[in-house]
């Protein structure tokens, strides 16, 4: 019943920057946390960030303090993550996640995620 779908990968090199979106449409009204996981190969999905859509309340991982910033957009239903000074051990599979549930202990837990973007590719080279 939501809909998520990532844009704005690419092939960066290291020390540049790049921008995610995550449009949601459907029963956006029912989204009360996204965030962003990403997954390189042979590794498993990891939290990257998460934002609550009411308050805006943020949570990173540590891997990527200081250097991401997710954001978002009320009115275009749309979800950021604004990344900087990235490293080659930045790429991955970066995937939107989205959650209706009211409440949820730990944000940083993929399973606690309703639903799933296809994913976009971010490949950092230096």
């Known amino acids: 019943q939501v809909q998520l779908e990532e844009s704005g990968g690419g092939l960066v090199q290291a020390g540049g920057s790049l921008r995610l979106s995550c449009a949601a449409s459907?029963?956006?009204?029912?989204?009360?946390?996204m965030g962003w996981f990403r997954q390189a190969p042979g590794k498993e999905r990891d939290f990257v960030a998460r934002i609550t859509w009411s308050s805006s309340s943020t949570l990173y991982a540590d891997s990527v303090k200081g250097r991401f910033t997710i954001s978002k957009d009320n009115a275009e239903n749309t979800m950021y993550l604004q990344m900087n000074s990235l490293k080659p051990e930045d790429t991955a599979v970066y995937y939107c996640?989205?959650?209706?549930?009211?409440?949820?202990?730990?944000?940083?837990?993929?399973?606690?995620?309703?639903?799933w973007g296809q994913g976009i590719q971010v490949t950092v080279d230096s």
């Open positions: 996640a989205a959650s209706s549930r009211g409440s949820i202990r730990d944000t940083t837990d993929q399973y606690n995620y309703d639903y």
């Open positions: 459907g029963r956006t009204f029912s989204t009360y946390l």
